[in-house]
């Protein structure tokens, strides 16, 4: 037992060593001086079947040293080539070449094996089994036609004859077609013709099953079978004609019934399926009506990926089955009637294959230990037999260093003369595995064979593999060294591997420099120096973009790079991964493409690649050429009915750009030949449209394509569809009813067009009568006009009209009734109860009674208030007569008089108006506005200024809006750094007109501000600057500048500037005579409201003024340009004029200035600043001020 158990573990040890065991480089200059047993290289497959019509090739091909040498046997004895004369061995080959054109192939069939045998060892082939391929006739054989009754089962047996290898069955008709299977009709594995239940239309005279046989790529034919389906009428009277009037077939005919299985037969049934190969399962059923085939794994699911299902469910197909694959399938038939299953039980077995490989070649030194594996395994369990030199193992020279354990050959201190070829052979009863592997024993000093001062290059952050082939037996030990060689590589970053090779999992730029490795065994030492060296990688900075372009146009891929300095970059442009076509249009530059007068072949995706001798790196970019479509084609005019066709089109190339929609367009030849209209648009998904169409109109159709960039050119028109005439479908609309005299009636309409007719002769039948009256229609029938008029009506009188569609075909719909009115007459009444309510300086309110509807004798319009300003109530102020026109739209019983000027006497009147005109006067009442606010003072100048007094002047206000009770003086001194000091105020009696103010600063700046006052308060400032004059030590400077306003230019200057302001004074004067408007009235004119205009009564135009109960703001009115209404600084300001609203005013008064007008006598406007002109003293009061 401890024997056993020390095996085991020596056993073990000799396999973790062979992991170790040297491998025979593959240098030429070193397999020329190493000795090497037969190795096969190349040998016939297993089963070889051959063409009976070439030559037979069996191949063996085999390398050592020295090179070996060849024989064979056949059918297990030894095979002497120099006998047959057919038989030929290639030079330096083991293969055997059969010449057949004196000897049938068949002649050479049987079993063979070749042997390569040296000085070191003998290899064997596997046993290759030689078989000529046979494609039989089929027998000769008359088929009698088939009479079957519809419904029932049927089943077309094909047997064709056995053949190497077997052939692939198919059926067809005599014209070669193959014939059409389904769930009810299908072929079975092994070739016959199911029919779950037949038809009528099965009935034909070709069933013909052809077998192909794939080696000789030949098809051999069966007869063709002749299948009569017939119902039990048709077969009790053909039987009849034979049988005298019998009826063979007496039963019912056939009827539905449950599934029954044709194959398998029975409930349950078992196959066996080797490893590796195609489990194929199936089931056919029979029934009416035909059954569904299902299909279940009872032990388990069916495996992912590998099954599928053929011939429609009746073959369940799993590839490369496994052991995981055994088990019970259920497949199922079942039809409404109902159904059946059975199970298939599945065996899977396996041929020997190998578990880790087969056994690998053995290179050992003298005294080493090595192990040969033949791990194998197969279902059922296979044997495992050894042979050396292709004799068993127990015949072959016993070898005290060889020991075999079942599938194992171990090796202990192996001495040199013990090399030799050995053959593991692993069978079942399914198959067998057969391999060579050699013990080759050397003994080598060490030696690399990685050229010395190799340069690596590799990228940064790329793995780098630094070489180290060596070769040795013992097999040498292998170090690495760096530049100075202070210690070994064997830690991170490195990693060293097996084969000698160094690796650097990440290189950086320090891991560049040179590298040393030192192969050493006990035969000696050899070492290799190679460098190392890490590169920046190719990147690209800048990629191309995805491209859409116009055909014609230019488009530009860029492709911007960086790489390693030291590395040649090679820029390289592709096209859908191929080379770019020769076109001078396409332009390559160092890092970017052009491609000019883009044509669609140009379309695809564009790469940049960018190559080093180390890395590349490349992207992609599609291009993607669009136009206009091309016209749709083929229009066809389909399912014409009268009043509607179905029209089809062939889209044209979309190039690129889906269409999005189709518009149809026609041509009326017979009303407006050669203009085509839109009729319809359909989704760019349809290639039909049903047309809804006209009577009366000769069409042609075309229809236009669109897509992103645009239309496409029309298509060619389609053939002219015609409509016949009817009657009108529709009437004419927008019939309307009114008056141009008081006692007339004029009936209008919008005409139909001539695609609106319907059919010749169109006219129309006008009908008229009174409404409210018990009446009949008045009719008259109208051609080529669209109006007609009744003469002689009752003024403003409501009508029923209708107007009805005519033509040579018959009439129109029934029309609907419209109304309207006869000719209107002035009002005869003027508005009573007139009253009016001031409710501030600006603002009244005036209030009437309406006038009734039958004395106004026509469609209200509204009401005009006329007003206008007698006189102002101060002595002061002109007198004025414009008037003024406030228009109020609708049925209004009030409304608000704004922009009145205050402290004035006003007259006014009202009126109604309809269509026809405005209708008498109300009688003229008069009325008062309050005192408002006054204006600035027209002017302030400053006189007698000395060196502490000064002496202001100044002129009362042009618009005095009420008696003038007094003024506010305020000043303040101003330093030379324009900041205002303390402020000093005055209150002045209303008759003063000039103050002289003590004490003052001498040689000062000082600002003055001036506004009169009412009972209603304060006005507007007027302000003003001086400047005292110096004291004593100045006077010379004061002297001087005397002397100089004395002076001739300095007179002659002042006038000029005098005579300029002068002439800018009579500019603006004619300005505003023109009707220059205030900035304010601009903006309110800008904005005015369409129900409050007023009118000028001398050029008669007109305005509204809107004071509807959902209280609009009221708006402005134009100015008559024979008066002026002035700008009232009242601190109330207007918003609302509703019923009942409260009005108020902006306190800027911008709501009344948009009321100023001019009057003939005309008061000079006045600023808030002085516009006189400059005197000498206030000149010189200015330069005082700079010196």
């Known amino acids: 037992m401890m024997e056993r158990r020390m095996d085991t573990a020596l056993l073990v040890l000799l396999m973790g060593h062979l992991a170790a065991a040297l491998e025979v480089p593959l240098d030429p200059k070193v397999l020329e001086e190493l000795p090497q047993p037969p190795t096969i290289t190349h040998q016939s497959p297993k089963d070889y079947i051959i063409d009976p019509r070439e030559n037979i090739v069996i191949h063996c091909d085999a390398k050592g040293k020295p090179h070996p040498s060849f024989s064979w046997t056949r059918n297990g004895t ?73 419904g029932v089962s049927l089943v077309l047996p094909c047997r064709p004859p056995a053949g190497l290898p ?54 051999q034919q069966k007869q063709p079978i002749t299948v009569k389906v017939l119902n039990l009428e048709a077969i009790n009277d053909t039987m009849a004609a034979f049988y005298n009037d019998t009826d063979l077939f007496s039963e019912d005919p056939v009827d539905e019934r449950k599934p029954t299985f044709l194959i398998p037969s029975g409930s349950s049934s078992s196959q066996t399926v080797l490893r590796g190969q195609v489990l194929e399962l199936e089931c056919i059923a029979e029934g009416l009506p035909t059954p569904e085939i299902y299909w279940t794994k009872v032990s388990g699911d069916l495996p992912a990926q590998r099954w599928s299902f053929l011939y429609y469910k009746k073959n369940l197909r799993i590839v490369n089955a ?40 053995l290179v050992l030194a003298p005294g080493e230990n090595g192990v040969l594996t033949c791990r194998a395994s197969g279902t059922p369990k296979p044997s495992i037999t050894w042979l050396m030199n292709g004799i068993p193992i127990e015949n072959s020279p016993k070898d005290l260093s060889r020991k075999v354990e079942d599938d194992t050959i171990i090796f202990t201190d192996i001495q040199m003369g013990s090399s030799a070829v050995y053959q593991c052979n692993v069978s079942n009863g399914h198959g067998y595995l057969m391999a060579n592997a050699f013990v080759n024993v050397l003994s080598e000093p060490p030696r ?14 790329h793995r780098a593999r630094i070489d180290c082939a060596f070769f040795g037996s013992p097999i040498p030990k292998i170090t690495w060294f760096k530049d100075s060689r202070s210690s070994t590589l064997d830690g991170d970053p490195y990693i060293q591997h097996d084969n000698g090779t160094l690796e650097i999992h990440t290189a950086q730029a320090r891991n560049s420099g040179k590298y040393t490795c030192a192969a050493r065994n006990m035969l000696g030492i050899f070492e290799n120096h190679v460098y190392l060296e890490v590169k920046e990688p190719t990147r690209i900075l800048k990629q191309p973009e995805y491209k859409v372009v116009q055909r014609g146009r230019s488009v530009v891929f860029e492709c911007k790079v960086k790489h390693d300095p030291t590395l040649v970059p090679t820029m390289t442009w592709l096209k859908d991964d191929g080379e770019l076509p020769d076109d001078e249009r396409l332009i390559v530059d160092s890092d970017s493409l052009t491609i000019t007068d883009v044509t669609e072949s140009d379309g695809g995706v564009y790469t940049c690649v960018m190559n080093t001798t180390l890395d590349h790196d490349s992207a992609s970019a599609e291009l993607t050429v669009v136009e206009r479509p091309d016209p749709p084609t083929d229009l066809e005019l389909t399912d014409q009915k009268k009043r509607s066709v179905q029209l089809t089109w062939t889209p044209g190339d979309e190039h690129n750009s889906p269409i999005q929609k189709f518009l149809i367009q026609y041509d009326d030849s017979l009303h407006h030949r050669g203009h085509w209209h839109n009729l319809t648009e359909v989704p760019g998904t349809r290639t039909t449209a049903h047309l809804k169409l006209s009577p009366y109109v000769h069409h042609t159709f075309r229809v236009l394509a669109l897509n992103a960039m645009g239309f496409s050119r029309p298509s060619f028109p389609s053939r002219m569809f015609k409509t016949e005439p009817a009657a009108p479908d529709e009437n004419p609309k927008d019939v309307e009813g009114f008056g141009t005299e008081h006692d007339n009636l004029v009936i209008s309409w919008k005409p139909l067009t001539g695609l609106q007719s319907n059919g010749p002769g169109l006219r129309y039948r006008v009908m008229w009568r009174q409404k409210a009256v018990e009446s009949d229609w008045s009719t008259v029938t109208v051609s080529n006009n669209s109006r007609f008029v009744v003469s002689g009506t009752p003024t403003f009188v409501p009508y029923e009209l209708k107007v009805q569609a005519v033509n040579d075909h018959g009439v129109g719909p029934e029309p609907d009734i419209a109304h309207g009115y006869s000719g209107e007459d002035l009002p005869v009444a003027a508005p009573e109860n007139v009253q009016l309510v001031v409710l501030n300086s600006t603002l009244a309110e005036v209030h009437w009674d309406p006038v009734p509807h039958k004395l106004i004798r026509g469609h209200l319009k509204g009401y005009k208030v006329y007003y206008w300003k007698e006189r102002s109530l101060h002595k002061h102020n002109p007198f004025h007569m414009e008037k003024l026109i406030l228009m109020f739209s609708g049925n209004h019983s009030h409304g608000m008089v704004p922009g009145l000027h205050p402290f004035s006497l006003y007259s006014f009147n009202v009126r109604v108006y309809n269509g026809k005109g405005e209708g008498p006067v109300s009688p003229t009442q008069q009325f008062e506005t309050p005192e408002g606010v006054p204006g600035a003072p027209t002017s302030l100048i400053v006189t007698n200024s000395n060196l502490d007094t000064l002496t202001l002047e100044w002129s009362p206000p042009h618009d005095r809006k009420g008696r003038i009770t007094g003024y506010t003086l305020k000043y303040q001194p101003v330093n030379n750094s324009n900041e205002l000091g303390p402020v000093e105020e005055l209150a002045l009696l209303a008759n003063e007109t000039s103050v002289t103010l003590p004490n003052l600063k001498y040689s000062t700046r000082y600002k003055f501000y001036l506004n009169a006052k009412t009972v209603k308060g304060e006005g507007p400032v007027i302000s003003q600057e001086a400047v005292t004059i110096v004291d004593e030590g100045k006077m010379s400077v004061a002297s001087r500048q005397v002397d100089i306003a004395t002076q001739g230019w300095f007179i002659g200057l002042m006038c000029a500037i005098a005579l300029l302001i002068l002439i800018l004074l009579i500019i603006c004067f004619i300005q505003r005579n023109k009707g220059g408007k205030y900035p304010v009235k601009e903006k309110e004119d800008a904005h005015t409201d369409p129900e409050f205009q007023p009118m000028k009564e001398d050029d008669c135009t007109f305005g509204e003024y809107s004071d509807n109960e959902d209280h609009k703001p009221l708006k402005g009115s134009r100015t008559p340009s024979n008066g002026t209404v002035k700008r009232d600084d009242s601190d109330d300001s207007l918003v609302d004029y509703g019923e009942g609203g409260d009005g108020q005013f902006n306190e800027d008064g911008s709501f009344i200035g948009q009321y100023s007008g001019k009057s003939g006598s005309r008061d000079t406007a006045v600023g808030h600043e002085s516009s006189e002109a400059p005197s000498p003293i206030n000149a010189m009061n200015s330069l005082n001020s700079f010196v």
């Open 78 to 150: 030894h095979f002497d080539i120099d006998e047959d004369a057919n038989v030929v061995m290639r030079p330096h080959s083991g293969t055997l070449v059969v010449d057949i054109s004196r000897e049938k192939a068949d002649h050479y069939e049987g079993v063979y094996q070749c042997t390569a045998r040296n000085k070191h060892g003998t290899a064997v082939s596997h046993n290759i089994v030689i078989r000529q391929s046979r494609s039989p006739l089929w027998s000769k054989e008359r088929i009698k036609p088939i009479v079957v009754q519809e």
């Open 448 to 461: 690399v064979l990685t050229p010395a001062d190799k340069v690596y290059q590799v990228i940064k952050n």
């Open 322 to 361: 496994s052991a995981s694959d055994a088990g019970d399938y259920r497949c199922g038939a079942k039809n409404k009637l109902g159904s059946v299953h059975h199970t298939i039980h599945v065996s899977v077995k396996a041929s020997p294959y190998w578990i880790s490989g087969a056994p690998r070649n």
């Open 166 to 219: 077997p052939p692939i069955i198919f059926w067809m008709d005599n014209n070669f077609q193959r014939l059409p299977q389904s769930s009810r009709v299908s072929q079975s594995l092994n070739g016959d013709l199911y029919f779950s239940n037949v038809l009528r239309e099965d009935s034909r005279n070709d069933y013909i099953c052809y077998a192909r046989f794939p080696h000789t790529q030949t098809i």
